[in-house]
């Protein structure tokens, strides 16, 4: 494994100290890698339509950063569904199309891709169990945070010892949304109107996915935590799918949030 120049990726002091010293993670921004253009950094997007050899590069800076060669980082196809998948020893670089996966193998690295939607961490330090999810609307409304620490707990983690941190997603002041996006949610439960708060075009509203997610975790039994940052306006550290539609780009790079046990 060459050696590269590594990205230095955002820490949660609150998954550090539940996940112990075993358990590493890392919301990574674009910072620290070879794309171009409007990939520019580190995009990690195998699904974009940048340069593979240096998405490629891009994902291997990521893994070294654990200390491991990229073929133990495990990513999925995301396709905003509320599916996990367990990740074990034999994983061989298939990406099924599920939103979230746990883990107890050391040395395997669990990363979600995101570009607005929420990256979620998870960590029972005490068991030895891991998870990362990623949760945009459907997801956060359809149950993969609360099947994701269903399976932690399938593979022995406590509910109460669980921690939970979302990462870099789009934030209540960049996220509107029209009628019948509110109804659908009023439909699900009504007190999620909670989430809602008028914005200047009539009928629209501005929609708070972050703490719609919090609730969802705490809801699950879990302790959530947020790094209330917001992938929209800030352009020099998150790719944004919101923000390069409304530039009116082609396309768009994403960033991985990933967690590992350390071997």
């Avoid at 029972?124 to 949760?135: K, P, S």
Wanted: charged letters at 20%; a negative charge; hydrophobic letters at 40%.
């Amino acid at each position: 494994m060459q050696d590269r120049p590594l990205p230095t990726p955002i820490e949660s002091p609150v998954l550090n100290d539940a996940a112990g010293h075993r358990i590493r993670h890392g919301f990574f921004t674009r910072q620290g890698g070879v794309s171009e253009g409007i990939y520019a950094g580190l995009n990690v997007g195998v699904g974009s339509n940048d340069e593979p050899e240096k998405v490629a590069e891009n994902r291997a800076r990521v893994a070294q950063w654990f200390g491991q060669p990229v073929e133990k980082l495990a990513t999925v196809h995301q396709v905003h569904s509320p599916d996990v998948v367990v990740v074990d020893g034999s994983y061989d670089g298939e990406r099924p199309k599920v939103d979230a996966m746990v883990t107890t193998v050391p040395g395997v690295i669990l990363g979600v891709l995101s570009a607005d939607c929420g990256p979620i961490l998870f960590a029972d330090g005490t068991a030895g169990v891991i998870g990362a999810a990623h949760a945009g609307w459907k997801g956060a409304l359809t149950g993969v945070l609360e099947n994701t620490i269903e399976a932690m707990v399938s593979l022995g983690a406590a509910r109460e010892n669980i921690t939970a941190v979302l990462g870099p997603s789009i934030g209540p002041a960049s996220y509107e949304v029209g009628p019948e996006f509110i109804e659908r949610f009023l439909g699900f439960d009504a007190a999620y109107k909670a989430f809602f708060k008028p914005s200047n075009k009539p009928g629209h509203a501005m929609f708070d996915l972050p703490s719609l997610t919090i609730k969802r975790l705490k809801d699950a039994g879990v302790k959530a935590h947020s790094l209330d940052l917001d992938t929209y306006p800030d352009a020099e550290r998150f790719f944004s799918y919101r923000r390069t539609t409304h530039a009116g780009e082609p396309d768009y790079g994403r960033q991985i949030s990933a967690i590992s046990i350390t071997e």
